[in-house]
């Protein structure tokens, strides 16, 4: 392993003095007592290395272990208190970390560059809890803490590079133990997810890295140390298959409290330049992430927001935008805003289909379920922004039965311009009433428009029913659909202990495919050549299974399919940038320029997390 000679770096005299002074002296767990598994060094004292072992687990889950000792390294004051402790005198074995975190509970009373010797718990700690398929952090609880000195040296960090990352991802999880790779051995020169997990708890530094995931709420930003895994023009990394991974990710976040020293505000593309150094946690949101106890500065790149061009006269554009629960309690300036991207970049498309429209009083549970307000405070922003006077349909949904911020009874709305598109209005649509599709003069038609399409479908259950509408544009009538899929909430993270993670959500997403597919392939059975589009945020990928059964039978083509590998982004998660919202065409549709317009989900500042798509084509 590259990083294998920092490892095995001397201590220094200031180090050995301490160890000297009666370090090392605290009792330690009697070997008539551990398992073969769980034997102490062979200087008879357990050593940190020896808590780690050479697996995810510690052979001394569940045991007491006395007078371990090490150099602090890392203090945290806030959120799960506590501090990473370090010996300096490493073992052979590239397998086993030789830090480890201390869990106080309390604001510990130890600094930096302390020498220690701890007494408690070995625990395993699962960040979300056993549900949440995690894989699990090591530490020692209920600890009895001694400061054998002050001011010694820290252990040498190991840089975390390209050079050091494996290029392979993790390896396959153990079927007979559930797909777990916890007991599997750690091989950290063949695999990412290992490589990370020798290292859980030690001292680790990376040089100048580009941000791949911008300052978020929480004041955490994501970098990669490989600048060229999947690299996009944007300066994100791009997810682009279930089994080609990014290793080179990793989250930070600063030790510092932010009231001493502001986290750093960066966008995707920027570099996180000089060198940021701290121990390596793992974390319920993000997995392995580098606590900085020294923070890098951000160099800025001047990412911008894009726009796209007008549609020109004989071409209908088509958006999709999740506004994210829009509502009138939000202040005017996010109204603004997203009209403003609307209008100046997404060129005020004929048709806009909206996601995350909140009733009118937004997260309040009191029944409401009306969005009047809503859409009229959006349509009159965008007028003052310098848009048309988008004319709206929607249907409103049951109280409490489509998912989202409880209260907020979320939904899809249509926006059309009256100027150069027509909705065809066809009465009697409402939250529990199916639209269907009839033959009407040898075309195409809906029942209800807009309607709602299997509402009662055990697919949509807490969870938003797709809008259907007709509309009519230079004689010829389009069908679109608008979708809002169930969340990926529950699936387990790509750094589960289970490998490949199970990914729960998407069996409803797979039923709600096949009911879209359904409705759009009865569409074509009445017209073969009716222009169909299907759009929205469809929480999934488009090389998913989703994707798939959305588009079976050849009835749907996903747009996004059409830009190069790259360009194929609508959102960014934990420094992966990767598709959620898509448009799909019915195959009249067979010449159409398509743009994902990167507005939001690649800057710290945004009016949305999703960032929105139009579609032009000639009906």
Do not use: C
């Not at 605290?26 to 070997?31: C, L, P, Q, R």
């Not at 989202?404 to 899809?412: D, L, T, V």
């Not at 598109?421 to 075309?443: K, L, N, P, Y």
């Not at 209800?448 to 509408?469: F, H, M, Q, T």
């Amino acid at each position: 392993m590259p990083a294998a000679s920092s490892r095995t770096t001397a201590v220094s005299a200031v180090v050995a003095a301490a160890l000297a002074a009666g370090l090392l002296t605290g009792a330690a767990t009697t070997s008539a007592s551990a398992s073969p598994s769980a034997e102490p060094s062979v200087d008879g004292r357990v050593r940190i290395h020896d808590i780690q072992g050479t697996t995810r687990i510690s052979p001394f889950t569940g045991r007491q272990v006395d007078g371990v000792a090490g150099i602090v390294t890392g203090v945290r004051t806030y959120g799960s208190k506590g501090f990473w402790f370090q010996d300096p005198n490493p073992d052979a074995d590239p397998a086993t970390s030789e830090g480890v975190f201390v869990y106080t509970g309390s604001a510990p009373a130890v600094a930096v560059g302390d020498a220690v010797t701890v007494s408690g718990t070995v625990a395993e700690y699962v960040p979300g809890g056993a549900s949440s398929g995690n894989q699990s952090l090591t530490q020692i609880t209920r600890p009895t803490v001694s400061v054998v000195s002050s001011g010694n040296a820290l252990p040498a960090p190991v840089t975390v590079s390209a050079r050091s990352v494996p290029s392979r991802y993790t390896p396959s999880g153990d079927p007979a133990a559930g797909g777990s790779i916890d007991a599997l051995p750690l091989a950290p020169s063949r695999y990412a997810l290992d490589y990370y997990e020798s290292l859980e708890g030690m001292n680790i530094r990376i040089g100048a890295s580009r941000v791949v995931g911008a300052t978020d709420s929480h004041a955490e930003l994501w970098v990669t140390v490989k600048p060229h895994e999947h690299a996009n023009r944007r300066g994100g990394t791009v997810y682009g298959s279930y089994t080609a991974q990014n290793t080179g990710r990793l989250q930070v976040q600063s030790l510092v409290p932010l009231a001493e020293q502001p986290f750093p505000t960066a966008d995707v593309g920027d570099v996180l330049s000089g060198t940021t150094e701290g121990p390596l946690d793992f974390s319920q949101y993000g997995g392995y992430t580098l606590t900085a106890r020294t923070m890098g500065t951000v160099t800025g790149k001047g990412l911008r927001r894009e726009t796209t061009r007008k549609q020109r006269g004989g071409e209908l554009a088509v958006a999709t935008y999740n506004v994210e629960n829009l509502d009138p309690g939000d202040p005017q300036e996010k109204f603004d805003a997203l009209a403003a991207a609307v209008v100046d970049n997404l060129a005020s498309p004929d048709i806009v289909a909206l996601e995350e429209i909140q009733d009118d009083n937004g997260a309040t549970d009191d029944g409401t379920v009306a969005a009047g307000r809503t859409v009229e405070k959006f349509t009159a922003a965008i007028v003052a922004a310098g848009g048309p006077a988008y004319e709206w349909r929607s249907i409103d949904p049951e109280n409490k039965k489509d998912g989202g911020e409880p209260g907020g009874n979320i939904r899809q709305v249509f926006l059309f311009n009256p100027e150069r598109v027509s909705f065809t209005d066809r009465a009697g649509g409402d939250a529990t009433t199916a639209t269907d599709v009839v033959r009407e003069r040898g075309r195409a038609a809906l029942t209800l428009s807009p309607g709602r399409i299997d509402p009662a479908n055990a697919a949509w259950k807490d969870s938003r029913k797709p809008l259907a509408g007709e509309f009519r544009f230079r004689g010829r009538t389009v069908f679109v659909v608008a979708n809002h899929f169930a969340s990926k909430g529950g699936d387990e993270s790509i750094v589960s202990q289970h490998q490949p993670p199970t990914r729960s959500s998407e069996v409803q997403r797979h039923a709600q495919a096949a009911v879209v597919n359904t409705f759009v392939k009865k569409l074509l059975s009445v017209q073969k050549n009716a222009d169909v589009v299907v759009l929205g945020d469809i929480n999934d990928f488009e090389f998913s299974g989703t994707a798939e059964a959305l588009s079976a039978g050849g009835v749907l083509y996903p747009a996004v399919k059409s830009l190069p590998r790259q360009e194929r982004y609508s959102y960014v998660y934990q420094g992966n940038t990767q598709v959620l919202d898509q448009i799909l065409t019915s195959p009249s549709i067979d010449d159409f320029d398509y743009d994902s317009v990167h507005i939001n989900a690649e800057f710290a500042a945004q009016n949305s997390d999703h960032d929105p798509q139009v579609l032009r084509f000639r009906p």
